[in-house]
């Protein structure tokens, strides 16, 4: 739940802070010496991968409109919607993922899911966590990625994506080198770095769901009071609308500029929002085998107990015998049958994971709503929003 810092001071856990990536940019004066510096770095990042390339294009003519096999800059609504949308949103996502990660991991104790006797386990989990977030390793395999796709776009780069340099002069070959070698890499980096952050996010909530907690089967959360966990989603939803909505602009170029039918992408859309939804749901799968042992086992235990309050019942108001040393029957916190029924019910309708229309919500919006705006660009805005609508509530 949180780290001591040599002073004694105790502070919360991070996600981010502390990590080989934070550290580098915290030494560059991109991140203040205290805070994210989140607003800041979200700007100068997106300016510049992005200033640069339409400087560019403006001095050499191709910004609104080009000569053939050319294309304007502008029409590569992917280029623009990577730099101004989704840089910033990977950066202040991490925002989210500081207050979001700590407030979830403080809720375990609190709630008492994670009680006293746990608890250094628990706190043993995240620093283990913690010394995995600051290994030099994971940040050098993600710089090989990057320096590697670099290289193979240079070598065969997406003719596509690169018509809008196809005009032969100074500016625009700046502009072109400036997209290759600064633009890409600083999406590359931010993306590739969630990426290990979600790893990491699965790693730790996989290794607390190995631990024995003290789930509440009757919670009416309905998920043996781990609902809190319901937060997570909006961790990364950031990260789900920026590779979705990257794509959505790439498609769209496609289909005002070279008349691709938004039917003919359909494959594509559903399988890219089924992955989407599947990133999203993974991390908390890990609860999903002690959810379901746990209502397994429930079911024995409040099965029997509501058997014997039955029997105890029936033998005292229908065969009128007299019922010695029963306290079940005068248990104030069990009540009449009815109310014990209702407490098998809550056991029996307990879930077999992580999983609520609200969770879901904060999954598929994100990840849908770029390319529900893409199918509306071909389809009447409210005849999709009305069949989505549909599908979720």
């Known amino acids: 739940m949180a780290h001591m ?7 919360p856990f991070s996600l981010i802070d ?19 510096g989140l607003k800041r770095r979200a700007l100068l990042y997106a300016m510049v991968a992005w200033l640069p390339l339409v400087i560019a294009a403006v001095l050499s003519g191709t910004s609104l409109r080009a000569e053939p096999p050319g294309e ?4 590569h609504f992917g280029i623009h919607i990577r730099c101004l949308v989704a840089i910033p949103l990977l950066v202040l996502a991490e925002g989210v993922a500081r207050d979001n990660v700590a407030l979830c991991l403080r809720q375990f104790r609190q709630s008492g899911v994670v009680d006293a006797a746990l608890a250094p386990r628990f706190e043993a989990i995240i620093q283990g966590i913690v010394a995995i977030k600051q290994r030099m390793l994971p940040w050098v ?6 320096l590697t796709w670099t290289a193979a776009f240079l070598v065969s780069p997406n003719p596509d994506e690169m018509r809008w340099s196809a005009t032969d002069n100074a500016a625009m070959q700046f502009g072109t080198w400036w997209f290759l070698l600064v633009t890409r890499p600083i999406f590359s980096t931010l993306l590739l770095a969630w990426a290990w952050r ?7 909530l996989w290794r607390i769901a190995r631990l024995p907690l003290r789930l509440a089967v009757q919670h009416p959360d309905r998920m043996g009071g781990l609902g809190f966990l319901e937060r997570l989603p909006a961790v990364y939803g950031p990260v789900l609308f920026s590779l979705s909505a990257v794509m959505a602009g790439a ?3 496609q289909v005002f500029y070279h008349d691709v039918p938004v039917p003919a992408l359909y494959v594509q859309i559903g399988a890219l929002l089924a992955v989407l939804v599947l990133i999203g749901m993974a991390p908390l799968m890990a609860f999903t085998p002690l959810l ?11 099965g029997a107990l509501l058997a014997s309050h039955g029997r105890a019942v029936h033998r005292r108001w229908i065969e009128r015998e007299p019922v010695a040393d029963a306290p079940i029957l005068d248990a104030p916190e069990l009540g009449p049958v009815a109310d014990i029924r209702v407490l098998y019910e809550s056991v029996a309708s307990m879930r077999p994971a992580v999983i609520s229309k609200t969770l879901l919500l904060k999954i598929v919006v994100p990840a849908a709503l770029p ?12 005849t999709t929003l009305s069949k989505l609508l549909f599908t979720l509530l």
């Open 5 to 11: 810092l040599e002073s004694g001071k105790e502070v």
């Open 18 to 36: 502390g990590d080989v990536l934070s550290r580098i940019q915290r030494r560059m004066g991109v991140i203040p010496a205290s805070g994210l």
């Open 72 to 75: 304007p800059l502008f029409g």
């Open 141 to 146: 395999i993600i710089l090989g990625v990057v």
């Open 198 to 204: 979600l790893i990491l996010l699965g790693l730790l």
């Open 251 to 253: 498609w769209a170029h």
């Open 292 to 302: 379901l042992r746990a209502r397994r086992q429930a079911m024995l235990d409040y």
């Open 371 to 382: 390319l529900l705006i893409l199918i509306a660009t071909q389809w009447p805005v409210q």
